[in-house]
């Protein structure tokens, strides 16, 4: 239940993370940051540490914000590319690398439940991807998330070449659309082949892969993406709707029970259109338990963790839609931080979204995402300037492949909003890391 308490500590009744301009400066960094060229010089609007009687989590005297990249797997390739993922974080005043380690069912890195990314198709086996960048970016003062898309399991005209992926040994695992139809193809509906969410043996699969990665990499988060249902039409497969109907029968009389199995025989979503409702709360049910029980299982083991998800900014439609109540998830503590996908251009909407979602978080942090590789670098750092206002932990930029391999556009953002170095924000939440027990699960 949103509380008045949360909507007044959102909206100014707490101590800033970035100090507030006046309008008037505001607006003269704003009309500023519309250079002539993508060379100008963008202006730079002062960040500050929450609390600046406690040290940076380096030990030096830098001010917080999350300056985020997504690093989509085919940047992650070979050890050369990785590498300059690295680099080029550093040389920007970047500060954390979200990166895509489970892109289709696949992994890169050394998974025991999964099949290697078949980018990785000409590396040796001993290349591991995310163990270079975990300890390369850490050598540099980075922060490092595994990034796994966690329904979306496959996309494509054809079948994984992996004869153990998911789409060739367990197709009966994966959504189905109204009509009970079943593909992995993209189209203007769906991204792909989503997994079914209600499926145990589904969540189990997934409970193991998320916090394999938590517990042999020396990650500092777990971040969720596709963490959903590909759309309103999914998921309808044969055995979701039993799995309901187990569910919605028990609460029946028997003679009800009986008429509704009888008209399961003409109408196979008969339960669906009984009991909505009871099917909406259901269907997000499944996603939630199992946000939640990894949650829960990554802090058991690595209390200092970070877990965070990328949403959809509208959380009402990500509730109804997709299955995604990510309010619930930051408000039962299952995540740390949120990263709002609002990518649109329009600023204002941009800003809209992302005060919602702080009159939401509370002491939990919101993180947007920018869609950067559509726009231009003194949009980005127009939006980065008024986003500081509304007192987000930060932004992620989407994405790396995106914006490195154009010319003058994150040494714009380097001259300009991201001038000086900055640490991400801390979770005064979480614990301290405990060396000695991080050397005790080194050993196992």
Not at 62 to 79: A, F, H, K, Q
Request: hydrophobic share 40%; aromatic share 10%; glycine share 6%.
């Amino acid at each position: 239940m949103r509380t008045l308490t949360r909507f007044l500590v959102a909206n100014g009744m707490r101590t800033p993370r970035f100090p507030t301009l006046s309008l008037g400066l505001l607006a003269l960094c704003l009309v500023r940051a519309v250079p002539t060229s993508a060379q100008d010089t963008i202006p730079t609007a002062p960040i500050v540490r929450q609390d600046p009687s406690s040290p940076a989590p380096d030990g030096s005297d830098l001010p917080e914000e999350m300056r985020g990249l997504w690093v989509v797997r085919d940047s992650l390739s070979t050890p050369q590319a990785v590498h300059q993922v690295v680099q080029t974080a550093v040389k920007y005043h970047l500060n954390a690398l979200f990166v895509q380690v489970r892109g289709r069912g696949d992994a890169l890195y050394n998974s025991p439940y999964e099949p290697r990314s078949e980018v990785l198709a000409r590396q040796p086996k001993s290349f591991d991807p995310l163990e270079q960048i975990v300890v390369e970016g850490h050598q540099n003062g980075l922060q490092v998330h595994a990034w796994l898309n966690t329904y979306l399991t496959w996309s494509g005209s054809r079948a994984p070449y992996a004869w153990q992926h998911l789409w060739n040994t367990h197709r009966d695992w994966f959504a189905c659309d109204r009509a009970g139809h079943c593909s992995c193809a993209a189209n203007d509906r769906v991204e792909g082949a989503f997994l079914q969410p209600s499926n145990p043996l589904v969540q189990q699969h997934l409970f193991n892969v998320f916090t394999d990665v938590a517990s042999r990499y020396d990650v500092d988060g777990i971040h969720f993406d596709y963490c959903r249902y590909g759309g309103s039409d999914y998921d309808f497969s044969g055995s979701t709707l039993q799995r309901f109907r187990d569910f919605i029968a028990p609460q029946l009389p028997t003679d009800r029970i009986a008429v509704f199995d009888n008209r399961r025989k003409t109408d196979r979503l008969a339960y669906v259109h009984a009991f909505p409702r009871d099917w909406a709360d259901w269907r997000r049910a499944q996603i939630t338990n199992l946000v939640a029980r990894i949650s829960q299982k990554v802090k058991e083991e690595k209390p200092w963790m970070q877990v965070s998800a990328a949403v959809f900014p509208n959380s009402k439609e990500a509730f109804a839609v997709r299955g995604q109540d990510w309010e619930g998830w930051l408000q039962n503590g299952y995540l740390d931080a949120v990263a709002l996908m609002a990518y649109d251009r329009n600023t204002e909407r941009v800003l809209a979204q992302t005060r919602h979602a702080l009159a939401i978080a509370g002491d939990k942090q919101v993180y947007t995402g920018i869609g950067a590789w559509r726009l231009q670098a003194h949009d980005v750092a127009g939006k980065i300037i008024a986003l500081r206002q509304l007192g987000a932990a930060g932004v992620n930029l989407f994405s790396y492949g995106g914006v490195h391999n154009r010319p003058q556009y994150l040494d714009t953002l380097a001259r300009g909003v991201f001038a000086s170095r900055a640490a991400p924000p801390r979770m005064r939440w979480l614990p301290k890391r405990d060396p000695a027990k991080d050397e005790k699960l080194k050993s196992r």
